[in-house]
């Protein structure tokens, strides 16, 4: 089924999505129509809105065995750089918005994020293991300048001495590395960077608000000059479009710092396979047909296969070829897999005013 047509009188800058639909839980959907007036309207821009949100927990527990942690906090919902391909789109459905331009248009903050995750940190039941920040979307979009809700979790996370995972594709991190850098240096942080392509005009079209390439392996030189640990993500892996490029980006994120690199096969779950195919008909009509069919060849056939083991990879020749490709190149290049392990045995309350000092 085709998707809505967009406002005609809504002007899009630097969007990755041109429709909104509106999400699955939704009886109605929202069409733009004309009515009947014979009048001219007057164009308008589109701006993203950001509303506050105070939850009761900021530690969401999953239990997913293609992923190796089991906790993760996301300070925002929905994110601005507005990636078209982005698998999380399909969670703001539950806002009981679209995952179209309200992904990346109607944002949620968590103003309040650090002194939960504190609160959460103090009960007698917690037991601590690596937390997971970014999974979903990105802690360091562009509204994060405003609100610093990371830099404060990141203030908490030092204080706890509480091990911590980032990924990112937001240049703004390095105005943490004051924080980041000692934390490091306790085996209490390592950052994954995302990189999907090194062309700066695809990129531009793919993920219209978020740093270029140039400007990401950048990152990883300072986050590595400063001692973390950075970890290279081309994610995802587009076929045809991207998939050519991933030797060099796993050849220019090594040469800038980062020491492991991972992979992820382009993901298409519930509303995301319609607004990338649309994107595709509208940046890429002569390559739309084959990027797809080579998807579907990884994917059983279908945009999407959500099972465990396979909606990270792929299944098949083309799939296997991709695997066999990035196994040639880190090896290569001498990356490794995985970032060392992170420390959870310095876990302890910061001390208080009016603490009774240690005698040892």
Not at 189 to 202: E, K, N, P, R, Y
Not at 206 to 232: K, M
Request: glycine share 6%; hydrophobic share 40%; with cysteine.
């Amino acid at each position: 089924m085709p998707l809505p047509p967009p406002d005609p009188f809504l002007r899009l800058r630097a969007r990755g999505a041109t429709t909104n639909a509106a999400g699955r839980f939704e009886r109605h959907g929202r069409v733009a129509d004309s009515d009947g007036w014979d009048l001219p309207e007057e164009e308008r821009l589109l701006r993203t809105e950001v509303r506050e949100e105070r939850p009761r927990s900021v530690i969401n527990r999953i239990a997913s065995p293609d992923l190796p942690f089991d906790r993760t906090l996301n300070p925002y919902r929905g994110c601005e750089h507005g990636c078209s391909y982005c698998f999380a789109r399909p969670t703001h459905a539950f806002l009981g918005l679209s995952a179209g331009l309200d992904f990346e248009t109607r944002l949620v903050a968590r103003p309040d994020a650090a002194l939960v995750l504190e609160r959460e940190f103090a009960r007698r039941s917690y037991r601590p293991a690596p937390l997971a920040i970014g999974t979903n979307t990105d802690p360091y979009q562009p509204v994060e300048g405003r609100y610093r809700i990371m830099r404060k979790l990141l203030g908490v996370l030092s204080d706890w001495n509480h091990p911590v995972a980032i990924v990112t594709k937001g240049t703004l991190i390095e105005r943490d590395i004051d924080i980041l850098a000692p934390m490091a240096e306790r085996g209490l942080v390592q950052v994954g960077v995302s990189v999907t392509t090194l062309d700066a005009a695809l990129s531009r079209q793919l993920e219209p608000r978020a740093p270029s390439p140039a400007r990401r392996l950048a990152t990883i030189a300072r986050l590595a000059g400063a001692g973390i640990a950075v970890r290279v993500m081309v994610a995802p892996v587009i076929p045809v479009l991207t998939e050519p490029e991933l030797e060099r980006i796993l050849a220019a994120a090594r040469d800038h710092g980062a020491r492991a690199a991972s992979w992820i096969l382009l993901r298409l779950p519930l509303e995301v396979a319609p607004l990338f195919r649309d994107w595709l008909a509208r940046n890429e009509p002569g390559r739309a047909a084959h990027v797809l069919n080579r998807l579907r060849e990884m994917r059983g056939g279908a945009d999407y296969d959500a099972d465990w083991g396979k909606r990270m990879r792929g299944e098949g020749v083309a799939a296997r070829l991709i695997a066999d490709r990035f196994d040639i190149a880190v090896r290569r290049l001498g990356l490794a897999r995985e970032l060392p392990a992170l420390r959870s045995d310095l876990f302890a309350p910061p001390p208080r005013a009016g603490d009774q000092l240690s005698l040892f």
